[in-house]
């Protein structure tokens, strides 16, 4: 339902988004993550429509963005960064008035205006000034703007951010509800959250798509993705790294460990990132007579494979 | 389009009155025409039933208040962001300038409107042309149409407000200036009589004075209208321009 192709934008001499082409379609929630300056909050606002692009396309369920903006704009639900409001109006005029520039009659205004006051639990606060809300409730009514429509596709710039963990997670669970019928592109610093509720991950960075695929896809990046971390008894090390030093033999591979209260930890990670397999390690120890305390397989994080990716030449060659 | 462009007029003409900008601009408005009228121009000593000396400071009086009313009409929505709410919503630019313009409009008018005490004195002091004093409550309305769509290109300017009331108040001054011998002696120096000539056409001062003497010319009228189609023709461009690659 989103089709962005080669999409560029320059400011004067600087480009800010050079040559990003994606494909969204009805279902996928898409976390849009990148450093700050990478190109984001610009790409979003050209599938917006607030922004026109240098060069490239940008097209929201058939209609194109430069020609057939109205159309395409109808379509979108969209939360600008930092949720921009008109603080002089009441949440109810204000969302009233988006409404009516939508073109909704009176009665049907009323009737987006309940549903999506109950989307987003605004009741107590609708007919206080905007500019008197607390943050959570701005972002709140910002969000209502955005879905009062029912748009099918919604454009969110970092919907969480500034918000208390409990407001994030309403904020997440109001997504998540949504993702069936709708095609969403969540742009977030908070990494946690593209596994929370994204389907599907887009790293960007100088403008360039760097990486593309669901949360597994990108850990499987790190190099110490699915590491087997084991710890035993400070009396079987031995034991241990020999029978560690056959399952290396197997294939490329690394060992670290560390030494804590008569324990010893060790990490065994293989630089595919396809990973040791927990039970072959696990039957290794056993046939060595190793008797472990722990064992357990490392994922990485998220922040990782986005550090690497978005930091480094070395990153960059590896994408 | 005129749907949305209404909704827009709705929603600025709310903010002007949910605020305290609106009685302040209209209190400073009757305060400041009424002792013009009274003082300076001398209304009891003229002894006339006629409202000139009302009327011909309006062009000075809008010179600065005008520009203040224009000067957030889209600078403040670009310092907030909103302009990116209005922007991605499905409304055109047009619509957009249209709607803001308006309730500008409607908002002076009712400034202007709320002096109709005057027009009952002089009614009871003797006996005016009324006709004539319909006419320059409709010129003079024209004529804050004319400020109020310069000072709204210059608004879409920036997103200083200050920078854009100066800029509208210089523009306006040299729109009002054109047609007075003091202009008109510099341009004769430089440029051919016919530049001069032009130039003094485009004097809101000049045509203002016909209108409100109660000569209704048409071609003043449609001066004031053009003027006003041609600003908000530009703050289209210009509103425009900052999105567009």
């Known amino acids: 339902m989103i089709a962005l192709d080669r999409l560029c934008r320059t400011f004067g001499p600087v480009i800010a988004v050079d040559g990003v082409t994606l494909a969204v379609g009805k279902g996928e929630v898409l976390g849009f993550l990148g450093p700050n300056g990478a190109g984001k909050t610009t790409t979003m606002r050209m599938i917006a429509g607030f922004l026109q692009p240098t060069r490239g396309r940008a097209e929201v369920c058939g209609f194109d963005l430069a020609r057939q903006p109205i159309e395409a704009k109808r379509r979108i639900g969209y939360l600008p960064e930092g949720a921009p409001l008109y603080g002089d109006m009441t949440a109810r005029r204000f969302l009233g008035f988006t409404a009516e520039v939508r073109g909704f009659d009176s009665t049907e205004r009323r009737r987006l205006l309940d549903r999506v006051v109950a989307m987003v639990d605004l009741d107590e606060v609708l007919d ?19 879905l009062l429509h029912d748009p099918p596709v919604l454009i969110l710039d970092e919907p969480t951010d500034g918000l208390d963990p409990n407001q994030k997670h309403l904020v997440r669970e109001l997504i998540r509800g949504m993702a069936q019928e709708k095609a969403i592109i969540v742009s977030t610093h908070i990494l946690e959250e593209v596994e929370a509720v994204c389907t599907r991950a887009v790293i960007i960075a100088e403008g360039r798509v ?28 031995v034991a241990t790294e020999t029978a560690l030093q056959a399952f290396s033999r197997g294939g490329p591979s690394s060992v670290t460990w560390s030494t804590a209260e008569g324990m010893v930890t060790y990490r065994l990670a293989t630089q595919d990132g396809r990973g040791a397999p927990m039970s072959e390690v696990a039957s290794l120890l056993h046939a060595a007579g190793v008797r ?23 990153a960059s060659h590896a994408a | 389009m005129l749907r949305e462009a209404t909704a827009v007029t709705k929603r600025e003409l709310h903010g002007y009155f949910s605020t305290p900008v609106a009685y302040v601009f209209i209190v400073i408005f009757l305060a ?3 002792a013009l009228t009274f003082y300076v121009g001398g209304f009891f000593e003229r002894g006339q039933a006629s409202l000139g000396s009302f009327f011909s400071f309006h062009p000075w009086l809008y010179l600065f208040l005008i520009p203040a ?23 055109s630019t047009t619509a957009c300038v249209l709607g803001k313009f308006v309730a500008a409009w409607i908002f002076v008018i009712t400034a202007l409107a709320a002096t109709f005490p005057l027009w009952i004195t002089v009614n009871l002091l003797g006996e005016p042309d009324n006709g004539v004093i319909f006419g320059g409550y409709v010129g003079s309305a024209l004529m804050a149409g004319a400020f109020l769509a310069v000072g709204s290109c210059m608004s879409a300017v920036t997103r200083n407000q200050v920078v854009a009331f100066i800029l509208a108040a210089v523009v306006c001054f040299l729109f009002t200036m054109a047609g007075l011998q ?8 430089v440029f051919p009589p016919a530049v001069a000539e032009t130039v003094s056409g485009f004097s809101f001062l000049a045509r203002f004075g016909a209108v409100s003497k109660g000569v209704i010319d048409g071609r003043d009228l449609v001066f004031f209208v053009s003027m006003i189609a041609f600003w908000l023709f530009a703050t289209v461009i210009v509103v425009d321009a900052e999105r567009a690659a």
């Open chain 1, 128 to 146: 206080r000034p905007i500019e008197t809300l607390s943050k959570g409730f701005k972002r709140r009514v910002g969000l209502a703007q955005a």
């Open chain 1, 210 to 237: 760097i990486a593309d695929g669901t949360a597994e896809d990108l850990l499987r990046r790190l190099p110490g993705h699915n590491a087997v971390v084991m710890t035993v008894p400070a009396t079987q090390a």
């Open chain 1, 292 to 314: 472990f305390e722990a064992l357990r397989t490392e994922r990485g994080r998220l922040d990782d494979v986005f550090r690497m990716l978005t930091t480094g030449t070395e």
């Open chain 2, 32 to 34: 400041l025409s009424g």
């Open chain 2, 69 to 91: 009313v224009a000067m957030r009409l889209w600078a403040e929505e670009r310092k907030s962001g909103t302009i990116e709410l209005l922007m991605t919503m499905p409304l």
């Open chain 2, 182 to 189: 003091l202009v008109q002696d510099v341009l004769l120096a």
